[in-house]
């Protein structure tokens, strides 16, 4: 491998003094993160491992019966238990035996549960009618062992007569009592069994419950975001306008939605789950943070409008660049599947995790699941991971692309582009800086977190009148403050400058950080509303695939946290957004850094001619005209309608 010798192209090695140009001379940078990261991955595996072995996700999707089988599927023997290791794969619904009069033991209901083809659709007062019923529907309702022909011999091993008309539950396809007064019976155990359930298994059966929206929303937010790549691709003024106007009704829309179900639930009398109360819960503070969000971003849009112009030909410069390069419109297309693969693998072991449990044969033959209490806990090292590894591969994704668009931004025949410029950067991220992206995913993704966390606490103590709470708010803004300095550094530029220098994460941070300084007053106001408007872009595919959540788990409001899988759609959804537009979003931050060196080291004269393109340099011109033009105003001092001068009042002694 590579990363333990050094790479090298020419005889003469780079000089110590920072050149600012792609190296032909690379060695591995920050080898260490990538040992730590290879220890990280190999507990995860560990954690995957024996969570497969002890658990077992179908029990949780699917529901299992008395004996140890899960209905739908075949089933391996258990040891000691008769009944068990049956196939059934055509019996997917739970039948209880005693379904008018059910009681709780230890949290379990005692009465036996069975897997049938099928629920019984009327009155069943007789062993006769429910022998008939078992010969023309296949649906056997007594215990496996006894045959359909013996059902008036043994009434002990059938169901308590009458056995009432049941119709199918959408939550494990548990078979519900019609009548009254046993479905008052059965949802009162139902609903006492539900809130004794610990809200990971609650979150955990929301999830599966709704996975096919899940499914179809994922989907649809992918959908959505290739359509915003083409309107970035090919954007004009019309089209920014319709866009904003979008999202303006997007955000409006969603959070007058979110509330309007509050307060429809919260004024729902009938309301008795625990998971009802969470998912009022889970909606109030979701129409907050929706609120908080619309009013915020309406305010900055109002701010920032003036700026539409040059920022659609900002992005025509950087169509221009991806034009050179089309494969990089498909660099998202490659990071969403395995980001899929991988989140496919996280959400089985997630599963396992929730279900990790070990048989027990107890009275008759019967089976239960004791849960192993130490492996669920580990599931915070799983959702580290999930973090972590997701930053990487969409880091990655950055590296690639920065890699090629510095390549063809130092290319001085303009006309001859180099070759396979992707490949190269494929290449040069394997092989010398994966280190790099991971420290930078770890380091970034973790300076996150604290600043939510202070910034939340210096809003909530702003203002107190007690003065401990005065103390720890100044705590908090000094705490802050020394993470803004910090976040100042870590920000993606560092892997272009990795791409150009060769040095580690840390290293290219900072000179990143030191030349864009320099220049800030050129290039911040135009980088900050491309960044903003591709920032709209993400969140134009949130609200849309929210609202499409919404309308979608609204309708199914039973037994289930359904705002917690419409919360992980919306992460999800900015997740495939942000993968998707990141490509604009790093060429725009590429180009802006690789203008800061080409003034930093170049004058424009025939010696030190300027590597960016005409298109660059004139959109630049215009942004430093209007930049002067506004520090210019604000300089000037302000006079009356006459034309003299404003004074300072002098006031007199």
């Known amino acids: 491998m590579a990363c333990w010798g050094e790479y090298r192209v020419s005889e003469h090695e780079t000089s110590r003094q920072r050149q600012w140009r792609p190296q032909i001379y690379r060695k591995c940078t920050d080898i260490p993160w990538l040992i730590l990261f290879f220890l990280f991955w190999s507990g995860l595996m560990f954690i995957t491992g024996y969570a497969i072995m002890a658990g077992a996700a179908e029990r949780l999707i699917f529901g299992y019966d008395s004996y140890g089988n899960v209905c739908g599927k075949r089933n391996p023997p258990v040891r000691g238990a008769p009944l068990s290791g049956r196939d059934m794969t055509d019996k997917k ?40 019923f078992a010969k023309d529907s296949g649906s056997y309702l007594c215990v496996y062992n006894l045959n359909y022909t013996d059902y008036t011999k043994s009434a002990e091993l059938c169901p308590r007569l009458p056995v009432p ?231 990655c994704q950055q590296m690639v692309i920065a890699g090629a668009v510095v390549s063809l931004y130092f290319n001085r025949d303009k006309n001859n582009p180099p070759s396979h410029p992707i490949l190269s950067s494929v290449s040069i991220l394997f092989c010398y800086h994966q280190g790099t992206v991971i420290k930078g995913s770890f380091l970034i993704s973790l300076t996150r977190i604290p600043r939510i966390i202070f910034m939340y606490l210096h809003n909530l103590l702003k203002g107190k009148g007690n003065g401990c709470a005065r103390y720890l708010s100044k705590c908090c803004f000094c705490c802050l403050c020394c993470f803004e300095k910090c976040l100042c550094y870590l920000t993606q530029n560092a892997y272009a400058a990795t791409v150009i220098n060769g040095t580690s994460f840390c290293i290219s941070a900072k000179e990143a950080f030191i030349i864009l300084s320099r220049n800030s007053l050129n290039v911040a106001s135009l980088n900050c509303f491309g960044d903003f408007l591709i920032f709209l872009g993400k969140v134009f595919v949130v609200c849309f695939t929210v609202f499409g959540g919404l309308m979608a788990f609204n309708y199914h409001r039973e037994l289930h946290v359904w705002v917690v899988p419409l919360l992980l759609v919306a992460f999800f959804a900015y997740l495939v957004a942000h993968s998707f537009l990141s490509v604009f979003e790093m060429v725009i931050d590429v180009l802006f850094l690789c203008y800061a060196i080409d003034m930093e080291t170049n004058d424009g004269s025939s010696e030190k001619p300027y590597f960016m393109d005409q298109d660059l340099m004139n959109l630049l011109d215009k942004t430093n005209k209007e930049t002067e033009k506004i520090r210019e105003r604000e300089k000037s001092p302000q006079k009356h309608e006459d034309g003299t001068e404003l004074q300072p009042m002098v006031r007199s002694e």
Not at 111 to 126: F, H, W
Not at 194 to 216: Q, T
Not at 304 to 324: D, E, H, N, P, Y
């Open 165 to 395: 008309p049941s119709k199918s539950f959408p939550l494990f396809n548990r078979c519900v009592p019609q009548n009254p007064d046993c479905y008052s019976s059965f949802a009162s155990v139902l609903i006492n069994v539900v809130n004794e359930v610990d809200l990971f298994h609650r979150i955990l059966s929301g999830i599966m419950a709704g996975k096919d929206s899940v499914i179809g929303l994922s989907v649809f937010a992918v959908v959505l975001s290739f359509i915003m790549v083409l309107i970035f691709r090919y954007i004009t003024l019309l089209l920014v306008h319709i866009f904003i106007t979008l999202v303006v009704f997007g955000l409006l829309f969603v959070s007058g939605i979110l509330w309007w179900l509050y307060y429809d639930q919260a004024n729902d009398p009938s309301i008795e789950l625990e998971t009802e109360k969470e998912n009022m819960k889970f909606l109030l503070g979701f129409a907050i943070v929706a609120t908080v969000i619309s009013v915020v971003l309406l305010i900055l849009m109002c701010i920032l409008r003036k700026r539409i112009q040059l920022t659609i030909q900002l992005f025509r410069v950087a169509s221009k660049i991806i034009s050179q390069v089309p494969f990089l419109l498909f660099q998202p297309l490659w990071t969403f599947i395995i980001l899929i693969f991988f989140w496919v693998f996280w959400v089985a072991v997630l599963l396992s995790l929730g279900t990790a449990g070990s048989s027990q044969v107890v009275a008759e033959g019967r089976v239960e699941y004791k849960s192993l209490s130490g492996i669920r806990y580990m599931w915070w090292y799983h959702l580290a991971g999930l973090i972590w590894t997701s930053e990487f591969i969409l880091a």
């Open 93 to 132: 619904y739970i039948f209880f035996l005693d379904s008018c009069s059910l009681e709780i033991r230890n949290l379990k209901i005692s009465s036996i549960a069975l897997c049938v083809s099928g629920c019984p659709p009327k009155q069943l007062n007789t062993l006769e009618e429910v022998q008939t």
